[in-house]
């Protein structure tokens, strides 16, 4: 490679191409002031005059320097060096969410929920930004080693403040599957159009396939305009009632009966394992949906219809304007077409105002901005725009600047104290409890920074006042499930040790069999919950892996469970107390699992326990021997 070792702006040293784009080229690189590894894009030489492709990059560098969530990619430094535009950003170890779908098939539901919960958070707190992704899909969420997913790709990211956009043809292909009617018409894209895409993309996280396909771009995009969500129950059996809601609910075809923001699919999220009826997912059934969008857009359907082909860039433009004007014309002689006026700028009481006085429906969405409070940002449709008198236009209300700065939630009750920080993109470090002081049970009495410091990258530390009783917690019923299950919902409970063994059952192979203490009893979150699991019997082919663990000094007790014979869990525990170097605890542990596959190699996902964090980890075991043919 003919950029290896080169040094960029006097400071990266590029070390191999790792990925490369329509646009632009990714490399490992080396960050010589830092002694860092980092990721560095850098748009192709054949683009660097293409005003088109330069504007996108530089939206693509403005929009990453400017979030700063856990879970989405950050950027360090950007800049023009000898005529090439690059961004230096955080380097992700891993794969696209849509390489994992590809390879896998289906993912397992938590994990499914887990990380789309992470993403509905980021989405939240870009959307909080004033930032509009646009363009959500697997190929844009990386999954590190350890599972964990980042969204990346903010290049057609757009900002309230801003009022144009582009993107090339060629991602088109790739994005379709995942366009939002609106979008698919050619229409401005708002939070509501990423929120589609979540679950599009919750949907083929489930079934392993998208829900809408066709041989051409055109026939997708027709797919999501006309025809009904498809039920993910039917393509995956056993996901709850509830995760079938959310994904209707998000992916209506009128925006406007979608979830209202990331955070709300969030909170429907944490609920959908433990509720799994989904009888608190309140969504509009699709044939209202159809007949308000009918409303809105019927006799501008014809009209739009040459939008939905130049999106994505077919030949017969020319028949579908010719369609439009016929439309246009007929339209006319039904109902009055009024011009939008302006009202950026104005304040919300009289941007309604001027709406209501010229025959239209003004639509409020709070956004972040650097305009004063109340102030209109941004109006779609835009200034002049032709639409049908009684249609809505949607007014961007600033809420004011988001700051990095460290907000004050002292004397809150703790659990709006970590809303507010979740939704603001903080990560809380450390929670510490004290008994003593003289405040509300529950409330916060201390923060780590002070109100309006600078956000740590590391995270802040809240203390509450507990009660004489804080840390007890009941233990919820999980024998019957499937050992991955029994972990997830004891950890989301706030359950951190475990103590898992095997013992011969007739249960499933990997299903909890018994539980100490019991369900509902109570026990405090550092002690240990012990669990029975249904031994895996004979029939099985014996396959074994070697694995180097390096853990922190302090999280010695480990668990391991990796997915085998007949979709049960083998369970290992380790403790890490051989070698101790630097502070952490490091061992080759020895693994031998049982499969049905008969092939000589198999890649699994190990599922880690370490002092409570669930992690998981791809590991390659190799058949030994023949199939047992007795009890182990």
Do not use: W
């Not at 639509?363 to 940002?377: F, H």
């Not at 972990?487 to 359950?495: I, K, Q, S, V």
């Amino acid at each position: 490679m003919t950029d290896g070792g080169r040094l960029l702006a006097g400071r990266y040293r590029l070390l191999e191409q790792i990925d490369s784009g329509g646009t632009s080229n990714i490399y490992r690189a080396h960050d010589e002031m830092t002694d860092t590894i980092v990721a560095v894009k850098i748009l192709k030489p054949e683009l660097t005059d293409n005003e088109e492709f330069v504007t996108r990059f530089k939206k693509e560098v403005q929009a990453s320097l400017k979030l700063r969530h856990a879970n989405i990619i950050r950027a360090y430094d950007a800049g023009l060096d000898d005529g090439n535009y690059y961004i230096v950003m955080e380097l992700i170890e891993g794969k696209t969410l849509k390489h994992l779908i590809n390879i896998n098939g289906p993912l397992p539901i938590k994990y499914v929920v887990n990380i789309t919960k992470k993403l509905a958070l980021a989405l939240e707190y870009a959307h909080a930004k004033g930032f509009i992704h646009r363009d959500i899909k697997p190929h844009n969420v990386l999954i590190d080693m350890s599972g964990e997913p980042y969204i990346a790709d903010f290049g057609i990211a757009r900002n309230v403040e801003q009022n144009t956009i582009t993107m090339e043809e060629d991602n088109v292909m790739g994005s379709v599957h995942y366009f939002s009617p609106e979008q698919a018409r050619g229409e401005r894209a708002d939070k509501r159009s990423d929120l589609y895409s979540l679950g599009i993309m919750l949907y083929e996280m489930l079934a392993g396939r998208v829900p809408f396909d066709g041989d051409t771009s055109v026939a997708i995009a027709l797919r999501h305009l006309n025809e009904p969500m498809p039920d993910v129950t039917l393509a995956a059996p056993g996901v709850p009632e509830s995760i079938k809601k959310i994904i209707l609910k998000a992916a209506q075809k009128d925006k406007h009966f979608r979830y209202k923001s990331a955070f709300a699919m969030y909170e429907d999220l944490q609920r959908c394992l433990t509720e799994p009826d989904g009888e608190y997912v309140k969504y509009t059934e699709s044939k209202r949906a159809a007949q308000r969008a009918e409303e809105l857009h019927g006799r501008r359907s014809r009209k739009s219809a040459n939008r939905v082909f130049i999106t994505i860039g077919i030949s017969v433009a020319v028949v579908a304007v010719v369609v439009a004007i016929i439309a246009l014309v007929l339209s006319r002689n039904i109902v009055k077409e009024v011009a939008t006026p302006s009202i950026v700028g104005m304040p919300i009481s009289d941007a309604l105002m001027k709406l209501y006085e010229e025959g239209l429906v003004g639509i409020r969405e709070d956004v972040y901005a650097s305009q004063p409070q109340g102030t209109v940002v941004e109006q779609n449709p835009e200034e002049g725009k032709e639409i049908l008198e009684g249609s809505e236009v949607v007014i961007f209300v600033s809420m004011g600047a988001l700051t990095e700065q460290m907000p004050n939630v002292t004397d809150m009750p703790i659990e709006s104290a970590r809303e507010a920080l979740k939704l603001a993109g903080i990560e809380i470090r450390e929670e510490k409890t004290v008994l003593e002081v003289e405040a509300a049970v529950g409330f916060v009495t201390e923060q780590y920074p002070l109100p309006g410091q600078p956000v740590p990258d590391e995270g802040v530390t809240l203390t509450y006042k507990a009660s004489p009783d804080e840390g007890k917690l009941r233990v919820p019923g999980v024998v019957g499930e499937p050992l991955a299950g029994a972990l997830a919902l004891l950890t989301e409970r706030g359950f951190s040790q475990y103590y898992v063994v095997e013992e011969e059952s007739d249960m499933t192979p990997g299903t909890v069999t018994m539980q100490t203490p019991g369900e509902e009893e109570e026990l405090f979150a550092g002690d240990p919950v012990r669990l029975t699991v249904s031994r895996i019997h004979t029939g099985a082919y014996v396959c074994e892996t070697t694995i180097d663990l390096i853990v922190p000094a302090d999280q010695t007790p480990v668990v391991m469970a990796v997915e085998d014979f007949v979709g049960g869990y083998r369970v290992y525990d380790v403790l890490l107390e051989s070698v101790e170097t630097a502070g952490a605890h490091s061992k080759a542990v020895s693994l031998a699992a049982y499969f049905d596959s008969v092939e000589e190699q198999l890649e699994k996902q190990l599922v880690l326990i370490i002092g409570g964090e669930m992690r998981s980890v791809n590991v390659v075991f190799e058949r030994e021997g023949d199939a047992l043919s007795g009890e182990e």
